[in-house]
């Protein structure tokens, strides 16, 4: 395991948002969603491609509350361009779990 200082953990910004919209990826390399999610006034809406079709239907990700990196730049899959990075952890197949508040909390708040 690297280790990191804290000044550079704290660069990265991990908001809560609210998903909006869930379209399949049929032109991505591995099963992908596109995911646009509201953070707020401050942010705003952002795209992101998420590897989640196994363990998540569209229906079950629509309105639901998630944590992402709003900050690590744009990065373009299969020309959809991905602004942030849904965060999730791995059940005991590999596939990924959300992360998510327990509780309904504001969009936008930042992990702190």
């Known amino acids: 395991m690297e280790t990191i200082g804290w000044d ?6 991990i908001r809560v948002g609210t998903i ?9 390399r591995k099963p992908l969603y596109r995911i646009h999610i ?23 990700l629509q309105g639901r509350q998630i944590l ?9 899959i299969a020309g959809f361009e991905s602004q942030c990075l849904t965060l999730g952890v ?16 504001p969009d936008g708040g930042k992990l702190f």
């Open 68 to 76: 992402a990196a709003v900050n690590l730049g744009t990065r373009n």
């Open 38 to 60: 509201d953070f707020g006034p401050e942010i705003g809406i952002l795209h992101s491609a998420a590897g989640l079709t196994r363990r998540y239907q569209p229906h079950e």
């Open 20 to 28: 909006v919209e869930v379209k399949d990826f049929p032109k991505a």
């Open 90 to 105: 791995p059940d005991s197949e590999g596939e990924a779990i959300l992360l998510v508040p327990t509780d309904q909390v």
């Open 8 to 13: 550079e953990f704290s660069r990265v910004e």
